[in-house]
């Protein structure tokens, strides 16, 4: 068992539509990452977080330590934001990767 | 700007042969990281260097190995004891104060054997 989960695995949107990719993780953690991978490969880091809410543009970061749990929330969503985002706790010395959602925006 | 450069993006290697992926960083960071992407599998750890002439293996490191002879530079060689090299390889960096400031990653080597 991963321990980083998320969903959906694969999201299909029509643009403007409001998103939410969920993680949930298993282990104790110091802070959780919320990372975006475009389509070259390459990763960028939009949030990270180790409690209540973050706001960048029309993204949103929540995350909820007691429930082990964090949501990313884009808002009028548009083709450009097509991209697989990965969810990324670290816990002591470690980092957990969840498989990442890959999300489509249709114009 | 500053920033993490891996090259070269895509790398064609022959069964047996070894191969060498290069990594970079003008960011003063003190940690740098290798990272296999698979299909369906988030990243997993290589190897790790938290200081220059350090490194720790990191979850899959069979068939790897590194040097960190230069705070910039940690270079990763596939060698032909992995068993399925092909892969995507992504290598990241990041100050002491990880809990604050996280990763910053580099733009990837996809590596195939042919």
């Known amino acids: 068992k991963n321990e980083v989960e998320q969903s959906p695995q694969n999201l299909t949107a029509q643009e403007g539509e409001f998103i939410t990719i969920n993680c949930s993780y298993s282990?104790?953690?110091?802070?959780l990452h919320w990372l975006q991978q475009h389509p070259g490969g390459g990763i960028v880091s939009l949030f990270m977080?180790?409690?209540g809410k973050k706001k960048h543009g029309r993204l949103i970061a929540t995350i909820n330590i007691q429930e082990k749990h964090s949501s990313l929330h884009i808002t009028a969503s548009h083709p450009r934001d097509s991209a697989v985002y990965i969810c990324?706790?670290?816990?002591?010395?470690?980092?957990?990767f969840g498989t990442g959602t890959s999300l489509t925006v249709i114009p | 700007d500053g920033g993490i450069t891996q090259s070269p993006k895509y790398l064609f290697r022959k069964e047996g042969q070894n191969v060498t992926l290069s990594c970079e960083q003008n960011?003063?960071?003190?940690?740098m990281y290798w990272y296999r992407q698979d299909p369906g599998q988030g990243l997993r750890l290589i190897y790790y260097?938290?200081?220059?002439?350090?490194?720790q293996k990191g979850d899959i490191a069979e068939g790897y190995s590194v040097s960190r002879e230069k705070k910039e530079s940690f270079p990763l060689t596939v060698t032909s004891a992995q068993k399925n090299p092909t892969a995507f390889y992504l290598c990241?960096?990041?100050?002491?104060?990880?809990?604050?400031?996280?990763?910053?990653f580099g733009s990837g080597t996809r590596l195939t054997v042919v």
């Open positions: 990241a960096s990041s100050i002491e104060d990880r809990v604050k400031y996280g990763y910053t």
């Open positions: 282990v104790g953690i110091s802070a």
């Open positions: 977080l180790s409690s």
């Open positions: 990324a706790v670290r816990s002591g010395n470690q980092f957990y």
């Open positions: 960011l003063n960071h003190d940690a």
């Open positions: 260097s938290q200081i220059v002439n350090d490194f």
